[in-house]
């Protein structure tokens, strides 16, 4: 579904902050993406909806090089790749309801008569049912996440990006953010990316783990693979253990 080869972006520095990334992923697996803070997750995350672009390389979608494509092709590319973003990117001027619809309107060829049909069941399904009245000032961080997710699963999507989805969440409303992204993965049968620092979120949402380090690809193997690992920084990245 997804091929990324020979990525390599720079940004203000000579040195850049993905160089040559190469990895596939296919229809239906649920990655995660890991690393320290400033390793370039989220925008490798980004390159795989063309919000970014590569310096050098090429990234396709369903066979589609999507680094190479006008705006309007790329467009209908992003009608089947929803991105949930940090801390929701809600329209704090807008209703609930009316965030996801904005989704629902510009990004699915349904019929209108549906549309309201079409947010509600995207709301139950993140047990959000009866706040679409609401404004995003009158709901708490972890249900933003949420009506994130809602607004993702609106559309229909094959295919999720989360950038660190339980990030500023307690531990009881991160677990419920997880289950959530399995729940979705599972009924919705898509093709989930996840970038997080959650150790959880690895063990109990991802089936695969890509980890990046000063810019390169250091680990690309099955999640309970990365806790078996013998290298020194995986272990102490993953442990919390400088031995």
């Given amino acids: 579904m997804i091929k990324v080869k020979n990525l390599i972006k720079y940004f203000s520095s000579s040195i850049p902050i993905l160089n040559n990334i190469s990895f596939e992923i296919s229809k239906g697996e649920t990655i995660a993406i890991i690393g320290q803070s400033g390793v370039g997750k989220s925008v490798l995350l980004k390159h795989l909806n063309g919000l970014i672009k590569p310096d050098k390389g090429n990234v396709w979608v369903n066979n589609v090089l999507i680094n190479e494509i006008s705006f309007n092709a ?70 933003k996440k949420r009506v994130g ?71 690309d193997d099955e999640t309970e693979h990365l806790f078996k690992s013998k290298d020194k920084y995986i272990k102490y990245f993953v442990t919390g253990e400088d031995k």
Avoid: W
């Fill in 74 to 143: 790329l467009q209908e590319i992003r009608k089947k790749m929803a991105m949930v973003f940090q801390f929701g990117a809600l329209f704090d001027s807008m209703t609930i309801e009316d965030n996801i619809l904005l989704a629902v309107k510009n990004l699915t060829n349904l019929d209108r008569s549906k549309f309201i049909e079409r947010v509600n069941n995207s709301l139950n399904m993140v047990d959000l049912d009866n706040i679409g009245s609401l404004m995003p000032s009158e709901i708490s961080g972890g249900m």
């Fill in 149 to 219: 997710i809602a607004r993702a699963i609106a559309i229909n999507p094959e295919c999720i990006l989360y950038d660190e989805p339980t990030t500023g969440l307690d531990p009881i409303t991160s677990d419920k953010i997880n289950k959530l992204i399995k729940k979705v993965s599972s009924k919705k049968k898509v093709t989930s990316i996840v970038v997080t620092h959650n150790m959880k979120t690895l063990q109990h949402v991802a089936n695969r783990v890509i980890m990046l380090y000063e810019g390169s690809i250091i680990f």
